[in-house]
């Protein structure tokens, strides 16, 4: 959740800095992964908990260890790691009272108390302590002092990997758990996309810190060839589709317009002025880069109540009689943008997120997402060489496309789950494009799927609000009552083993 402003110009970054070097052919983009749009005001409702959610945090640092895995020199060095926690609710350490941990993705944890509503929606009633934990390289958790130097090169980045992150979550909650004299405290991790992932692998890797995990729009079987690599821009098309035919077919059609207009005498001008551009356009990939990462960021987040896949076919559907193509397609961009400022190329910015994600999937977090012949889009072929090419120019790394799965598994993840782990719930929503990579049938009786047709991007874990349909709550529910089926029976080892004085330890 970012500024608005810093929407267009994230959007621009992704996609410009991969078009000017590459043509349309390829694509080299991955799209975004976090609970939240970092959405215009008008658009996507801030789905934030009331303002004391914010006031009851507090805020730590953990001295944090650099490297979990070496024992050179430079491993022992130390970074403060930002953590909060809210501790209005908890029922305390004496009556073993639980722990929900949320853990931070790819950006700062400065709103994830207030937008990651389901912790503090359900916080109450399970007497539970609120953490929330920033993930190495974002937001204040920063190693090497500064993020200049955290980034400058090999030496320092390659610090930066999933690994190394669920090692310091884990450090960070023996250190909560001891300082609160929380021992028997049963911990639940719970996150969305990467930090859905996140949560996942660590009640697989660590079970004896977290009894379970949520693990919301997580694709994790988006590695290593697992998914089709073009299962993305399918939904996004889908999704289109079922919103309105003739929008879909308008937008299908319009790319070889775009590409029409553009090759005649002064076309880019034309495009430029019919798009409101804050620059002429040089290429029209800019343009085409620009609506299809729009398309796709409002199918991503495609929420309740405005459903933003409608504001759009709204926008293009409605455009009065006799427009042309390019016409309804502005339409639709001034229906989910506005009309007011300039659009396409506006002033860039390189947030944090866009940097350290760009980072994460050049080396480890390769989830490959190419375009095939059955959407609205041209096609556009993943190609892992051209790929690693590009990520030898930015890092002078090649990615490792298949430490994820060597790592954490995923190939066949029915027949290797179901005899190994328990209590991970995967939610999803299956208009969320990324959903085609998650965990989508029942693993066994505590590895479970739980989805709606309707729902996009981590929209479970968001704040609740009165307004939401019946399938969102239901959902909502049903997690709800499976964690804390997970705590009682927790309990009930707890106490059969305390009682036990074989077992019992001093
Ligand atoms: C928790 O238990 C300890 C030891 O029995 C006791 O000293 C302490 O006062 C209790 N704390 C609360 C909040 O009840
Ligand atoms: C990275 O930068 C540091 C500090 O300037 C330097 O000492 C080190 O040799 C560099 N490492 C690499 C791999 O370039
Ligand atoms: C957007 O604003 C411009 C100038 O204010 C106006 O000419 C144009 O008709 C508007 N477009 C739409 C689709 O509302
Ligand atoms: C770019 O982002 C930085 C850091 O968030 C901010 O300080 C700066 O003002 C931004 N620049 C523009 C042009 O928005
Ligand atoms: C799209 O169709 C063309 C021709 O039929 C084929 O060569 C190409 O491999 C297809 N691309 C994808 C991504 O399916
Ligand atoms: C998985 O099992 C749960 C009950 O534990 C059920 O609510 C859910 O619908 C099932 N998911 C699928 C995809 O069948
Ligand atoms: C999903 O939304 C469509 C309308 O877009 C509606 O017809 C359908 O009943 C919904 N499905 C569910 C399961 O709510
Ligand atoms: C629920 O959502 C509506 C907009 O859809 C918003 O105006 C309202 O403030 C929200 N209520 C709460 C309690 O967040
Ligand atoms: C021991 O077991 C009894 C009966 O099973 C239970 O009521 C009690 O709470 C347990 N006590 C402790 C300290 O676990």
């Not at 609970?35 to 996507?44: A, D, G, M, S």
């Not at 096609?379 to 892992?384: D, E, K, L, V, Y």
Request: hydrophobic share 35%; net charge positive.
């Amino acid at each position: 959740m970012k500024h608005p402003s810093s929407y267009k110009r994230l959007l621009f970054l992704i996609f410009l800095t991969y078009s000017t070097h590459h043509t349309a052919a390829h694509s080299l983009t991955i799209p975004r992964l976090s609970p939240n749009p970092e959405w215009e005001p008008t658009l996507h409702d801030p789905r934030v908990a009331s303002d004391d959610a914010g006031e009851e945090v507090k805020t730590f640092y953990f001295k944090q260890i650099l490297d979990h895995f070496n024992y050179r020199p430079e491993s022992y060095t130390t970074f403060p790691q930002r953590y909060l926690i809210n501790f209005k609710y908890w029922g305390g350490a004496n009556s073993s009272a639980p722990i929900f941990v949320y853990f931070g993705a790819e950006a700062s944890i400065d709103n994830s108390p207030k937008s990651i509503g389901t912790l503090i929606d359900n916080a109450a009633s399970f007497s539970a302590l609120l953490v929330y934990i920033e993930h190495r390289y974002y937001g204040k958790s920063i190693p090497f002092g500064s993020r200049d130097e955290a980034l400058k090169n090999a030496s320092t980045i390659g610090y930066f990997n999933s690994a190394q992150a669920l090692a310091d979550y884990a450090a960070i909650l023996k250190h909560v758990k001891k300082t609160l004299h929380a021992k028997n405290s049963p911990v639940i991790v719970i996150g969305g996309s990467y930090g859905g992932m996140l949560a996942s692998w660590f009640r697989l890797k660590y079970p004896h810190l977290a009894i379970g995990a949520l693990a919301s729009s997580a694709p994790i079987l988006y590695f290593d060839k697992i998914t089709p690599p073009y299962g993305y821009y399918s939904v996004v098309s889908r999704d289109y589709r079922e919103a309105s035919e003739t929008c879909y077919e308008t937008i299908r059609k319009s790319w070889s317009e775009i590409r029409r207009v553009a090759s005649q005498p002064n076309g880019l001008v034309t495009l430029s002025q019919r798009f409101n551009t804050c620059h002429t356009l040089k290429q029209p990939s800019e343009l085409m880069n620009y609506l299809r990462s729009m398309y796709s960021y409002a199918a991503q987040y495609n929420q309740p109540p405005k459903y933003p896949v409608s504001v759009i076919c709204g926008g293009i559907d409605g455009a009065s009689d006799g427009s042309d193509i390019l016409s309804k397609i502005f339409a639709g961009v001034v229906a989910y943008r506005g009309n007011t400022t300039c659009k396409v190329n506006g002033p860039t910015n390189v947030s944090e997120t866009t940097v350290g994600w760009r980072w994460q999937t050049c080396s480890e977090m390769l989830i490959p997402i190419g375009i095939g012949n059955d959407t609205m889009f041209e096609a556009a072929p993943f190609s892992m060489k051209i790929f690693a090419q590009y990520c030898k120019k930015l890092f002078g790394v090649s990615p490792r496309p298949h430490w994820i799965t060597t790592y954490y598994g995923g190939h066949n993840i029915k027949l290797v789950l179901r005899r190994f782990g328990s209590n991970i719930i995967f939610s999803n929503g299956l208009r969320d494009p990324y959903s085609v990579g998650g965990v989508l049938e029942n693993i066994s009786d505590n590895i479970v799927a739980i989805h709606t047709v309707n729902g996009s991007h981590c929209l479970d874990i968001l704040r609740a609000n009165e307004s939401d349909p019946g399938w969102l709550v239901e959902q909502r529910k049903k997690e709800i009552k499976i964690m804390r089926r997970w705590i009682t029976h927790y309990y009930v080892d707890l106490y059969a083993l305390n009682n036990n004085t074989k077992f019992h330890s001093k």
